[in-house]
């Protein structure tokens, strides 16, 4: 613990991945090429429309994040270890206007959708008479 806590005193040279003031792109390339090791990055034509709409809309200075898989550095799944040369497709780029951030969509991962404000178990109510159950379809 005393070497955890010594080590934390110790002068930091903060280096982010990527500069604040580049641009969407610059930034989602920045994060392939230094954190996973990609050649390149190549936007879908849909991807390039969101982050020219998001940029418009005064949007392109978020922080961003990128979705992939976790089996991998790379978008590919069956790329094992920290390979390098490869281009990271990114076929989508979304917002998180509440939590404040963009994020891309690398490949064919999938994302989690958002819980409704009121869970359905809410709707769910047993009948104590005929024991039946209501509110599930």
Do not use: W
Not at 11 to 28: A, C, F, H
Not at 88 to 93: E, G, L
């Amino acid at each position: 613990a005393k070497g955890v806590i010594a080590a934390c005193e110790e002068p930091k040279n903060l280096t982010l991945t990527y500069g604040l003031d580049g641009t969407i792109q610059e930034r989602i390339e920045a994060i392939g090429q230094k954190m996973y090791g990609a050649a390149k990055v190549e936007f879908s034509e849909l991807a390039q429309k969101k982050v020219d709409t998001y940029t418009r809309q005064g949007y392109g200075n978020l922080p961003i994040c990128i979705a992939k898989t976790q089996y991998s550095l790379s978008h590919d799944p069956d790329l094992k270890g920290a390979p390098t040369g490869f281009t990271v497709p990114i076929r989508d780029v979304r917002m998180a206007a509440g939590a404040g951030y963009l994020y891309a969509l690398a490949a064919d991962i999938q994302t989690i959708p958002g819980l409704p404000t009121a869970p359905g178990y809410l709707n769910v109510d047993v009948d104590t008479e005929t024991g039946e159950i209501d509110g599930l379809f």
